[in-house]
């Protein structure tokens, strides 16, 4: 299906078409009053074993519909479009235009972004027409076209929106830079910032939901309209296959207790009726509700 389409329907079993084994491509879908679009920027490869350090070899034998050719786990990159009528929300902003080569011992490859902007347009919008960026958290691969320079330029693109963080996170920020967000990119943001709590409607039909463990103060976003909602959870999961195993926590994980806690009652919504689930490292498969299928529940994509 194209990006223009916006009915979902139910994609055949995750893995079988080659969509978790490449980037996400723009995919759009309505929900009641709002429309909602994946906005790519690009990608990084995961170290499935490093990235996911509770995994096994045997683990990932068995699953090789997860794994591209270089035997990582494709992450997508990019933001997810919320636009209700003429106005439009942008959550989390990429990793902007720049590219970082994989660095031996790092439990990700290489990884790279700039797509954002040309997507953006394809989606018939520009920068300037969103008025807040809400970030899931402060890891740069969140942040990047909210504080990188616009190409040819010395402001960010995104710079005229508000840029919404909750409380938690932004009161304990120094503690990203242990995952490469810098001193400047803080205070490149710091003047656009506004802080948000748990609950606080952002924008219409869209509520923060506090998720903290892979970060201090890490929020997922629900969106609520007609007699459907939507949950765009950041990174409590990173790839589909920690549906059905909520306990593996991510080698970047702050508090990996915390963040297994918070997955299995993400897992747990998603399973409800009239639920989707959004989530932005998805592979080409963001979109998606939990299935239960004998022991253990599963993403099944929406061909949005």
């Known amino acids: 299906m194209t990006s223009s389409q916006t009915s979902p329907v139910m994609s055949s079993t995750v893995g079988d078409d080659g969509r978790l084994r490449r980037p996400a491509r723009r995919r759009t879908l309505r ?17 499935p074993r490093a990235w ?16 591209d050719e270089t035997g990582n786990l494709v992450a997508s990159l990019g933001g997810l479009l919320v636009e209700h009528g003429d106005r439009a929300l942008l959550i989390d902003a990429g990793f902007g235009p720049q590219a970082v080569p994989a660095q031996p011992g790092n439990p ?13 347009a394809a989606l ?7 008025e807040a960026v809400a970030f899931t958290h402060l890891h740069l691969d969140h942040l990047g076209w909210a504080w990188h320079p616009a190409p040819g330029g010395g402001q960010p693109v995104l710079g005229h929106a508000d840029y919404l963080v909750a409380e938690p996170e932004w009161s304990d920020r120094h503690l990203a830079e242990a995952h490469g967000t810098t001193p400047e990119m803080i205070a490149a943001l710091a003047p656009r910032v506004r802080t948000v709590t748990d609950g606080e409607e952002i924008f219409p039909g869209v509520r923060v939901l506090l998720t903290p463990g892979h970060t201090a ?3 997922a976003y629900v969106l609520t309209s007609g007699d459907r909602r939507l949950i765009a959870f950041g990174d ?12 593996w926590s991510a080698a970047s994980d702050h508090d990996p207790a ?13 399973a409800e009726p009239d639920t989707i689930g959004f989530g932005i490292h998805f592979a ?21």
């Open 31 to 47: 929900l009641g009053e709002l429309r909602v679009s994946y906005v790519p920027d690009g990608a990084v490869q995961l170290v």
């Open 52 to 67: 996911l350090p509770d995994t096994t070899d045997e683990v990932w034998a068995a699953h090789p519909e997860y794994l």
């Open 108 to 120: 990700h490859g290489a990884i790279h972004g700039g797509a954002l902007l040309d997507n953006l």
């Open 124 to 130: 018939g919008r520009s920068p300037r027409d969103v």
């Open 217 to 219: 103060g890490h929020a």
């Open 236 to 247: 409590l999961l990173h790839s589909p296959i920690q549906v059905a195993h909520p306990e």
């Open 258 to 270: 915390q963040a297994a806690d918070h997955r299995r009652r993400l897992v747990a919504e998603l």
């Open 284 to 304: 080409d498969v963001p979109f998606g509700r939990v299935h239960h299928d004998g022991d253990r529940p599963s993403w099944q994509p929406l061909d949005a």
